[in-house]
């Protein structure tokens, strides 16, 4: 499975909702998949797994949803420090992530 | 509060080997499935290599397998990943991180990471 991501960089004002695009080359069993932010120079962070459910102590202006092979990655209301690049992943048996969408400063 | 520190990281010629280290605390190791995941500018993020809790079950992926070995010693609180036959396509900086589901392959902590570099 090759995963996607689109656009490639969104710019976004602070305040305004970001959404992220994550398309796989066939059906993902289960919905079985991740989105991480990571910050310059920092590991990723899981946001959202089995598509559309918020990791542990991550709020509610980031959503995911699923529809086929299409996954989305909403982020409302941006606050300074969600300005980084997200990456999907499926989890399946040969996980694989997407190449990375950055989200800058408008 | 959830820690993982890499170590052992560096710099080495092709076809040597290194051996990284994940020491933890914050959780008890011993009840979670572990994982190494890579990093590089060109190929992003790649899934290495994954053992379950007991390190009686070790999974890799094709492109280290039968190169690199992963391990854990449980009453340490350490990961390891043993990496031979290295060569320039290796270098990233490497992760250890805890899955969230046991025998899943998504990870809900990560260490900051280690860079390994393979160069002659």
């Known amino acids: 499975i090759v995963l996607t991501q689109s656009p490639g960089t969104v710019s976004v004002s602070p305040g305004e909702t970001a959404t992220l695009s994550c398309r796989a080359s066939?059906?993902?069993?289960?919905?079985?998949v991740a989105w991480y932010q990571q910050r310059a120079g920092h590991a990723p962070r899981l946001l959202i797994y089995?598509?559309?459910i918020r990791a542990p102590g991550i709020p509610d202006r980031f959503r995911g949803a699923a529809s086929g092979t299409d996954f989305i990655l909403n982020v409302t209301s941006l606050e300074p420090e969600d300005f980084a690049t997200y990456f999907c992943?499926?989890?399946?048996?040969?996980?694989?992530f997407g190449q990375g969408a950055k989200v800058d400063i408008k | 509060e959830v820690f993982l520190v890499e170590s052992g990281g560096g710099s080495v010629e092709p076809g040597k080997s290194l051996r990284l280290s994940c020491t933890v605390s914050?959780?008890?190791?011993?009840?979670?499935?572990m994982h190494w995941v890579r990093q590089t500018p060109r190929q992003g993020l790649e899934w290495v290599s994954r053992?379950?809790?007991?390190?009686?079950?070790?999974t890799h992926a094709d492109a280290v397998k039968g190169r690199f070995t992963i391990s854990r010693d449980n009453a340490k609180n350490t990961l390891f990943l043993h990496m031979t036959d290295l060569t320039a396509d290796d270098t990233a900086v490497y992760y250890c991180?805890?899955?969230?589901?046991?025998?899943?392959?998504?990870?809900?902590?990560w260490g900051q990471g280690v860079p390994v570099t393979v160069s002659s």
């Open positions: 992943q499926q989890y399946g048996s040969s996980p694989v």
């Open positions: 991180a805890r899955a969230l589901w046991p025998a899943s392959f998504f990870f809900d902590h």
């Open positions: 914050g959780f008890t190791f011993s009840s979670y499935w």
């Open positions: 066939r059906r993902i069993s289960g919905d079985y």
């Open positions: 089995s598509a559309s």
């Open positions: 053992i379950n809790k007991d390190g009686s079950s070790e």
